[in-house]
Nanobody
Framework: QVQLVESGGGLVQAGGSLRLSCAASGRTFRNSAMAWFRQAPGKEREFVARINWSGATTNYADSVKGRFTISRDNAKNTVYLQMNSLKVEDTAVYYC???????????????????WGQGTQVTVSS
């Protein structure tokens, strides 16, 4: 089992930055790939970024590539999402997710992830 708690969301002006954190409990964290998804009102949850267990491999949605950076600290059981050059369209609830069993290989799909946090709201104003 993995329990995930996100923090760091808030209100920021367009062009600004935020860093989200996801604190994980459970022994499987260090063997799990981790990801961030987001969900805007009236829209489906969408993939943002993923990092493998060691931190050596990362993947990003095209919409955030070059602006967001995912990282992890296995000693602290924490994964981060540094968000720079924020846009109004980045406004959403951001969710942390854990891929423990590597079910499908489709890292961009919500069905790949077994555990989810409760989400943290990010609002970008113009």
């Amino acid at each position: 089992q993995v329990q995930l708690v996100e923090s760091g969301g808030g209100l920021v002006q367009a062009g600004g930055s935020l860093r989200l954190s996801c604190a994980a409990s459970g022994r499987t964290f260090r063997n799990s790939a981790m990801a961030w998804f987001r969900q805007a009102p009236g829209k489906e949850r969408e993939f943002v970024a993923r990092i493998n267990w060691s931190g050596a491999t990362t993947n990003y949605a095209d919409s955030v590539k070059g602006r967001f950076t995912i990282s992890r600290d296995n000693a602290k059981n924490t994964v981060y999402l540094q968000m720079n050059s924020l846009k109004v369209e980045d406004t959403a609830v951001y969710y942390c997710a854990a891929d423990v069993n590597y079910l499908t290989g489709a890292y961009y799909s919500t069905s790949e992830y077994e555990f989810w946090g409760q989400g943290t709201q990010v609002t970008v104003s113009s």
